[in-house]
């Protein structure tokens, strides 16, 4: 089992819609979690990070985590155009110390 | 505030060759970290630098070395190159990654082995 998985996509969401990007990881004992978003030929940047169980809002995006069921997932409303991009999944594994991606779900707002 | 310089862009080299990539992390930031990127793998972790010390390692073989210096900069060194190492190497700086994980990414070195 990969340590971070997300659904590569694409992932093809109406402009104005709701996009809802998922992740589950395999480190039960990971505390720390974040989402980067990385453009087309850019390099990534963190969108969000969340620590607790619950949901955790900045601006229009959401980030929720259930650690029970080791899943994290990004809520985008209303989405626009310049949301299409690649989002990355991240977790600080504890054992270890390293930071560890998904591959990333690419998504396609359409106009 | 200037943000994370990897030099140089991009390169080609042929199998065998060695080839080193540089990164000037964001000034104050002391945790240096290098990911490589490929689309069938993603974002796999290379090493982090915390203070000129190899503060954690991740699953690629020993051709893949690093070091940083001691005003924070880093050097990643790819020895006898093989087909499978084109990819693009990032370079992600932070304050401490071990604590905050916001990491602040460079462009990337893309490296083409022919």
């Known amino acids: 089992q990969k340590e971070v998985e997300q659904n590569s996509g694409p992932l093809s969401v109406p402009e104005g819609a709701i996009a809802s990007l998922n992740c589950t990881y395999s480190d039960r004992v990971s505390q720390s979690f974040f989402w980067y978003r990385q453009y087309s030929g850019k390099s990534p940047e963190l969108i969000m990070s969340i620590y607790s169980n619950g949901d955790k809002e900045d601006g229009r995006f959401t980030a929720q985590l259930n650690k029970a069921s080791q899943y994290v997932s990004l809520l985008i409303r209303d989405s626009q155009p310049s949301d299409s991009a690649t989002y990355l999944c991240a977790s600080l594994m504890n054992r270890d110390d390293k930071i560890i991606f998904g591959k990333g779900t690419r998504l396609h707002i359409l106009p | 505030k200037a943000g994370v310089t990897q030099t140089p862009r991009y390169l080609i080299k042929t199998r065998g060759q060695q080839v080193t990539l540089s990164c000037s992390p964001i000034s104050g930031h002391r945790s240096v970290s290098w990911y490589q990127q490929t689309p069938g793998q993603g974002l796999q972790f290379l090493f982090e630098y915390f203070s000129e010390t190899q503060r954690n390692k991740g699953n690629f073989p020993g051709r893949f070395s690093g070091r940083q210096f001691s005003n924070s900069r880093s050097e990643m060194n790819v020895s006898t190159l093989e087909l499978g190492d084109s990819a693009l190497y990032l370079c992600?700086?932070?304050?401490?990654?071990?604590?905050?994980?916001?990491?602040?990414f460079g462009e990337g070195s893309r490296l083409t082995v022919l």
């Open positions: 992600a700086s932070s304050l401490d990654g071990r604590l905050s994980g916001e990491l602040f």
